[in-house]
Structure formats: structure tokens, C-alpha cells
């Protein structure tokens, strides 16, 4: 069983920046693959960044704009987000176990970490 604690959403201005953190509890992180989703009131959950031993990839969406990263000591994966706009208004939910841009391919779950861009 894996638990994730979400931290570090908030309220920030268009072109802001925010960090998410996602700690896990389980002594398998290291080799997990970790993601992160995004859903906005009234829509499905979409995919935003996921990273494997290796491998790392972003939905067009935020792409060069948001970095996902990994501290293994620390069992914690980080979402950095950069020029933050509107419509990057969403719950941010951390992922581990899985691969792929479909929720279902995930198994474990955060809480969710509110995060609103406005003026």
C-alpha cells in the first residue's frame, strides 16, 4: 500500500509560479514510476507529466512550462509550473505505480492540491 500527501498549491497571478510536492510513504518509491493530473470542475482528469527511470513526458498543454522532477532520499516527487495561466485552474493530483496517460493506468493516488491561477 502507498500513501501521497500533496502540499504547495495555492493562488497565484497569471504568469506566476507555484511547487507541488507529493510525498510517498512505501519503500518501493525509487522504482516507481511517478505522474501528475490535473481536473477542473466539470471535466475529466487529464494527464500533465509523468517520469520513469529514463524517460519523462508533458501533455502539450504545459510543456515547457512545467517540470516534473523526483528526490528518491526523500521519497517525494515536485511539479514545478512556471507562467502559470487560467486555464491551469484545476485539483493537481500526484500518481505512482503506473504509466500512461489514462488515469486508470495508475494505481495509487494523492488527495489533490488545489491550485488557482487569477488576477
Known amino acids: 500500500q502507498v500513501q501521497l500527501v500533496e502540499s504547495g498549491g495555492g493562488l497565484v497571478q497569471p504568469g506566476g509560479s507555484l511547487r507541488l510536492s507529493c510525498v510517498a510513504s512505501?519503500?518501493?518509491?525509487?522504482?516507481?514510476?511517478v505522474g501528475w493530473f490535473r481536473q477542473a470542475p466539470g471535466k475529466e482528469r487529464e494527464f500533465v507529466a509523468a517520469?520513469?527511470?529514463?524517460?519523462?513526458v508533458y501533455a502539450d498543454s504545459v510543456k515547457g512550462r512545467f517540470t516534473i522532477s523526483r528526490d528518491n532520499a526523500k521519497n517525494t516527487v515536485y511539479l514545478q509550473m512556471n507562467s502559470l495561466k487560467p486555464e491551469d485552474t484545476a485539483s493537481y493530483y500526484c500518481?505512482?505505480?503506473?504509466?500512461?496517460?489514462?488515469?486508470?493506468?495508475?494505481?495509487?493516488w494523492g488527495q489533490g492540491a488545489q491550485v488557482t491561477v487569477s488576477s
Open positions: 500518481a505512482v505505480r503506473g504509466w500512461g496517460t489514462v488515469p486508470g493506468g495508475w494505481n495509487y
Open positions: 512505501g519503500r518501493t518509491f525509487r522504482t516507481s514510476n
Open positions: 517520469m520513469s527511470i529514463g524517460n519523462t
